[in-house]
């Protein structure tokens, strides 16, 4: 999994501010998954992206956070006005198909929100 | 999202004894079901999967039983070793992808003392 390269590996974000977590998969995958995880928590789906598109989005919260992947370039999560519950480690995978044989994961980004 | 039902939350086991970790399932549409093994600070990492046609599945000394009746599979690790200490999730999905990615279970610590 170390293909899929996440950044940063660590970021600290006081109340209010934007979080931007960067996502660039492995080469040759055009599929990006998205999954947060709270401490003792599995991990929980957020967002499914193809190169410009948004699959879906059904785990993402409504408010403050949004996601992209470009034509050129790393997938993207924002969080706005981040709050103390968005501390988590943010995990994306990424696969050529989006088939989950073929997926793996980076090695995370974990927001601490102070 | 669907549920999958992990047990136990932590399991200590000695050096070469057999820890067995188990999930169950309610979406009869998954049809692809894969350990994840997870240490400290790293991300998941694929271990082992399964898909419904078999009932079992080993890859060196780790093994997957799959019980479709009753929606349940579990994992055995033979000869366990310290090194295999790490956080261990199970997972499922639809048709090897799907618009919302894998469903994972809550995860299971799992210490090998020497």
């Known amino acids: 999994n170390a293909g899929v390269m996440q950044n940063p590996r660590h970021l600290v974000r006081r109340r209010g501010q934007e979080a931007r977590l960067r996502c660039s998969p492995m080469k040759g995958h055009s599929h990006v998954y998205w999954y947060r995880q709270l401490p003792e928590e599995g991990l929980k789906f957020m967002v499914y992206?193809?190169?410009?598109?948004?699959?879906?989005e059904s785990g993402m919260p409504k408010e403050r956070f949004s996601a992209e992947f470009p034509k050129e370039g790393p997938s993207i999560l924002r969080i706005q006005q981040v709050v103390r519950g968005d501390s988590a480690a943010y995990f994306c995978?990424?696969?050529?198909?989006?088939?989950?044989?073929?997926?793996?994961f980076g090695q995370g980004t974990r927001l601490t929100v102070v | 999202q669907q549920q999958v039902k992990q047990s136990p939350q932590s399991l200590i086991v000695q050096k070469g004894g057999i820890p067995i970790i188990n999930c169950a399932y309610e979406n009869t549409a998954f049809d692809y079901f894969p350990w994840y093994q997870q240490f400290p600070g790293k991300g998941p990492a694929l271990l082992i999967a399964?898909?419904?046609?078999?009932s079992e599945k080993k890859e060196g000394r780790f093994t997957i039983s799959f019980n479709k009746s009753a929606k349940q599979f579990s994992l055995h690790i033979m000869d366990s070793q310290p090194g295999d200490s790490a956080t261990y999730f199970c997972a499922a999905s639809n048709s090897g992808g799907g618009a919302d990615g894998l469903t994972f279970g809550k995860g299971t610590h799992l210490i090998i003392q020497p």
């Open positions: 995978a990424s696969s050529p198909q989006g088939m989950w044989t073929e997926a793996f």
């Open positions: 399964i898909r419904p046609d078999v």
């Open positions: 992206l193809q190169k410009e598109n948004i699959i879906d």
